[in-house]
């Protein structure tokens, strides 16, 4: 009798797994094939498995997906284990998935059953239909802008904390090389939890737990889904395959958050922020009925924020960091940027909008390298997608639909030499508008339509605030010899094995430069008496170390008072050499700055030529003596940057504005040359009595 009822169960277990696993999904292959749509052979229960095994194995899982796209085109079909799946890297058919049809789509069965357990089912991550579109609308106020705002200084505040320590710990041992990849994502977790749980979340123990915690559950995830444990609903429930280890991690991040939820209930805690943190907009937000979220709910969200949110943005910053320590010309205009608009200073939210530089590199790196690159989608109703005057593809219920935006994002047919890291494509016109792209569901870093990411500004900001201090602060130095791949865990896609790299502390040496425009007005000589040195700036003259902004098309002129500020529209410069510091040693290397400027000038190859009230240099002979200057400058620790206010109209206060830039920066100590020497070392002096000095035609070398 037990015989029987044990062969009646493992036949009943047969039974489910082939109708499940096998008839349904090679119902969908049929249905898939019978359309003409190319793909991999059907395969019971283990699919592809050994081909994702081996290309994994030798650090080529995403060139797996890559070599899948050559060989059968934007659209086909392959089976990760019993699923099958329908791979779209067509925009056209993407967004009717993520947008048309939306509704017809719901989160795969996979993904619930491994996040349900993690972090319930009424967050954003795996809820569905009315439960997701009430939290999406009642969570949109946290995201908004403003409150975004009032998170920068809770970020930049973590930044520096973190900086502070990693100096520290170089100042022990200045060979040590660190794991990036660990150490960004440790920093992200910090600058999550303080934005969502403010005040007394600092200890840290808690974040380590946290930190270990989350790496722990993903990985788990990752193990649990190769070895075919998540996609079989039975396995998934049973206490084998690291199920017990994610448990325990889960047990402490909740404990942790009830913890933080009750605190902030009690009048315990509070915002780090000028403003309300994310957990005071849990506890606030309201639904059309007047409905907020119950502690279980709050808990979820937050949850999802941690999980989610902190690895993603790490990731990123890893990436970026890894172009940036690769890519010598890119970090350096990235701080000529950063050292130019932030002027030393932390980050605000509107020096943040000028970084138009790194904002691009930030998104060229989304492009090649996007934290999460599979976006997966599951059918619940019948339809067709595509265009209607073209191919449409009918999609059955239950079909399982990945979008892989690592292979859209490197597709020839979107993207001009797509695997070139290309930051400029990125940049803006001179109108101030951003590029178009050849399709608006060609780039998909953050998915798209009603299920996209809500976090993707707040993710933006982060990324933009800390990567600005860490190239502000940091010379980092990428370690040799590592084999630099792409793996995909659970949800992100990273370095296989960290990202090793040496830093050490870096101090600019701001060069204040001013971009005057106005009327015809002299400027009293009188106004100019805290200035002891003027010299001109060298513009880096490679265009890849320029950014945009500073690519003058008319005159750059260095002028001796008494001078003018010219025409409306007529831009020139002046520059003053000035240290940041008030330590004595930081103009050591100018033992007779007199001297020092009068060196460089004799190094100077250019020949002045008429008109004679200027001095006009060939294109050639004015690059290499800017870059004369600028190598001189960088030899000596004096980095140069500028500030623009060319579109500022002066009018009558030209004389008053100027005496108020002098100023603002008279605590800063400037070295002594006089306006005799310059001019004597040129041999010529100007025809107009009140107008003395050389100026720089830029109008052909820019």
């Known amino acids: 009798m037990l015989f029987i009822i044990i062969v009646g169960i493992i036949c009943i277990f047969l039974c489910y797994i082939y109708y499940n696993f096998v008839y349904k999904e090679k119902q969908i292959y049929n249905s898939f094939k019978s359309q003409g749509i190319p793909g991999e052979p059907f395969i019971p229960i283990i699919g592809q498995l050994r081909d994702i095994r081996q290309y994994t194995r030798a650090d080529k899982f995403m060139q797996y997906h890559i070599d899948l796209q050559q060989k059968y085109g934007n659209i086909y079909t392959m089976m990760f284990g019993p699923v099958m799946r329908l791979y779209i890297h067509e925009p056209d058919y993407i967004g009717d998935v993520l947008r048309k049809y939306t509704k017809f789509y719901n989160k795969p069965e996979l993904f619930r059953t491994v996040f349900i357990p ?186 999802t924020f941690i999980l989610a949110g902190h690895e993603t943005t790490g990731t990123l910053l890893t990436w970026c960091m890894y172009v940036l320590m690769t890519n010598a010309s890119i970090f350096h205009v990235c701080r000529e ?17 000028e970084l138009h530089l790194v904002d691009a590199v930030i998104h060229e790196t989304l492009r090649l390298y996007t934290p999460a690159p599979f976006i997966t989608r599951q059918c619940i109703k019948e339809h067709y997608i595509g265009p209607e005057n073209g191919k449409q593809i009918y999609i059955p219920v239950g079909a399982t639909i990945i979008l892989n935006s690592y292979v859209l994002h490197r597709s020839p047919l979107y993207w001009k030499n797509p695997l070139e890291f290309d930051y400029k494509r990125w940049m803006r016109n001179v109108d101030g508008l951003k590029p178009k792209l050849s399709h608006r569901f060609c780039y998909l870093p953050f998915s798209a339509g009603n299920r996209n990411c809500i976090g993707s500004n707040f993710a933006l900001l982060e990324a933009k605030v800390i990567l600005s201090m860490l190239i502000q602060r940091l010379q980092f130095e990428i370690v040799p010899g590592q084999n630099i791949v792409p793996a995909v865990t659970s949800i992100t896609m990273r370095p296989k094995c960290g990202l090793l790299a040496k830093y050490e502390n870096y101090e600019a040496i701001i060069i204040p430069c001013y971009v005057l425009s106005g009327q015809r007005l002299e400027i009293p000589s009188d106004v100019l008496d805290l200035y002891k040195q003027i010299i001109l700036k060298s513009w880096p003259q490679d265009p890849d170390q ?139 002096s100007s025809e107009k009595e009140h107008c003395i000095g050389f100026s720089f035609d830029l109008s052909k070398a820019f």
Request: glycine share 2%; net charge negative.
């Open 118 to 303: 993690l972090i319930g089912k009424t967050n954003l991550l795996v809820s569905e239909n009315d439960i997701h579109d009430r939290a999406r609308k009642m969570l949109n106020e946290a995201f908004h802008f403003i409150n975004l705002q009032s998170m920068i200084s809770i970020i930049s505040q973590q930044t520096t904390n973190t900086i502070d320590e990693w100096l520290l710990e170089i100042s022990k041992n200045s060979e040590k090389e660190f794991d990036i990849q660990y150490k960004l994502n440790t920093l992200t977790l910090s600058v999550i939890t303080s934005s969502a749980f403010g005040q007394n979340f600092y200890a840290k123990n808690t974040q380590e737990i946290i930190c270990n915690s989350v790496t722990d559950i993903l990985d788990a995830i990752q193990y649990r889904s190769l070895n075919m444990i998540n996609q079989i609903p039975i396995l998934s429930k049973l206490p084998i395959a690291k199920k017990p280890l994610i448990a325990q991690r889960v047990k402490q991040l909740t404990t942790i958050t009830d913890q933080v939820i009750n605190d902030r209930r009690l009048g315990k805690s509070h915002s780090l922020g000028s403003g309300k943190d994310l957990l005071d907009l849990l506890l606030l937000a309201k639904d059309d009925d007047g409905n907020g979220f119950d502690d279980q709910q709050i808990k979820e969200h937050a949850l």
């Open 337 to 353: 940027e950063i050292d130019r608009i932030l002027q030393g200073k932390a980050p605000s939210y509107d020096k943040l909008d």
């Open 546 to 684: 320029r950014s945009t902004c500073l690519q003058f098309n008319q005159l750059i002129a260095l002028s001796q008072p008494p001078f003018y500020l010219y025409e409306l529209n007529f831009n020139f410069v002046v520059l003053t050499i000035l240290a940041n510091s008030d330590d004595e040693t930081s103009t050591s290397s100018l033992k007779n700055p007199t001297e020092f400027l009068k060196m460089i000038l004799k190094n100077l190859k250019a020949v002045p030529v008429i008109p004679p009230s200027s001095f006009c240099y060939s294109t050639l002979e004015l690059a290499n003596d800017f870059k004369t200057i600028f190598n001189e400058l960088k030899k000596n620790r004096y980095l140069a940057t500028a500030h623009d206010i060319s579109n500022i109209y002066f009018g009558d206060n030209g004389a008053q504005y100027v005496a108020h830039l002098l100023n603002d920066i008279k605590t800063l100590k400037e070295l002594v040359v006089a306006r005799s020497e310059i001019t004597a070392e040129y041999k010529a």
